[in-house]
Each structure stands twice: as C-alpha cells, then as structure tokens.
C-alpha cells in the first residue's frame, strides 16, 4: 500500500481526527451549515435564513484534513451542491397579542349596554425571525388572513349570568341588567378561537377582555299626592 493510499476508506483513522467543514468558492466556511461527529457518523445540518440564498445550485465542498497541525496536507474538497428552495408559509410561528381589557359601566334598568369583545392582534416582531414566516408577510403572501370567533365567560361564574347575551359566536356583547342582584362587578374572560384560511392550524388566545360595572342611581324620588277620598276622621272628646 502507497503512503497515499493509507486508510483511504476511512475505517482505521490511521492519521487521527478529520476536520469536515462545508465551504464556498472562497474557502471561507458556510455558517448556516454545520456537522456534527459522532464517528463513524456525520451528521450534516443546513439551516438557511436569508431569501437571497434561493435560486441556482451552490457550487460548496466538503473540505477534510486532519486535526492533527502536523498533517497540514494533504486537503481534501468533494463537491457538495446546495439548492435552496423558497420557504413555505408557516403562520403557526405567528403569535399574537391579548387586547387592553374594556371598563364598561351600566346602571340597572337602564340597558342595554352593547358591547364589543376586543380582538387579539398579530405580533408585529414575530412576523420577522424565520423565513417561514416571512413568506406569509411577502408581496403575494396572505398575511396569515384568519377568521375569529369568541367564547366569553363571567371568571366568577365560569359562564355567562343571563343578563349578558352573547350574539351566535362572535364579538358582539348585549348587557341588560335588571334586578339588584346584577349588581356588582363582572369580569368577563374569553376564549378567541383564529382560524386561518390557509398554512396554520386554529390557535387559541385567553384574555380578560372586560370589566362590567353594574350600578344603580336613584336620580329622583317623586313626592306622593295627598289623598281626596276616602278620609275618616275619629275625634274624642
């Protein structure tokens, strides 16, 4: 056996630990790409971020040499042929954020109050990271276009009290109460259910959404009429 020929089939690892690294036409390390050794197995893990990278084949190789500092040479490049493909939209990465709980007052007897559940929002900044879902936000994305709906509660009750009527399913709430006994504070908790019209599954978001105060103001209290009939007077001496 030729000394070029030593452990050519890598099973001895005659000369030590190899160095694999993936590199451009440059030289220069690919950084989204890393390996990890496990030897006999490699393990190559690519992890592109950054759009420009889609299109043509990239022309990389796999660079080995020896860990070893005195076995510099020989080097050794394979090709290694990268194609990146244009990301799919994920909005499952999208998260979204509670809305600012409503303060509303009501007096009884004097509903109703109609009252609008405010809806949860996409997070601006979670629109970013990944290429994912990135490509939801692109010109031509859908934006992660969803549809709503809600499903409120009273927190001490774990349901709605029946002066609070929900129309079907949706963020529309009328309040009338009546009796003394809707008085109080209610705070009322929902449930937003967003479905996407495409790339997501349903994602649900909790929230205190708001806060009913039912009063009872006394404006007036009308002076009786004296009566004109029926009076009997008992005199005794």
């Not at 590199?23 to 759009?51: F, G, N």
């Not at 299109?55 to 660079?63: D, E, I, R, S």
């Not at 399913?169 to 479905?195: F, R, S």
Request: aromatic share 8%; glycine share 4%; net charge neutral.
């Amino acid at each position: 056996m030729s000394a070029t020929e030593v452990d050519d089939n890598n099973s001895l690892w005659l000369c030590g630990d190899r160095n694999y690294v993936v590199v451009d036409s440059s030289d220069v390390a690919v950084p989204w790409i890393s390996i990890a050794a496990a030897k006999p197995t490699y393990t190559i893990t690519l992890q592109p971020v950054a759009e420009a990278l889609v299109g043509p084949t990239l022309a990389y190789k796999l660079k080995i040499t020896f860990k070893d500092a005195r076995y510099p040479t020989p080097v050794l490049r394979k090709d290694f042929p990268v194609t990146i493909s244009a990301a799919t939209c994920d909005c499952n990465k999208l998260l979204w954020d509670a809305p600012t709980m409503l303060d509303k007052v009501v007096d009884v007897a004097l509903g109703p109050l109609s009252v609008t559940i405010p809806t949860a929002t996409q997070n601006a900044n979670s629109k970013l990271p990944t290429p994912e879902i990135r490509k939801c936000f692109a010109t031509g994305g859908n934006n992660c276009a969803s549809t709503s709906t809600w499903t409120p509660i009273v927190v001490a009750t774990n349901n709605l009290p029946s002066f609070i009527v929900q129309t079907g399913t949706t963020d529309a709430l009328t309040i009338t109460p009546t009796t003394a006994a809707h008085m109080g504070t209610w705070t009322i908790k929902v449930t937003q259910t967003i479905t996407y019209a495409a790339f997501g599954t349903p994602k649900t978001v909790v929230f205190d959404a708001v806060k009913v105060t039912v009063g009872c103001t006394i404006s007036t209290i009308p002076n009786p009429s004296p009566p004109t009939t029926g009076l009997t007077y008992n005199l005794y001496d």
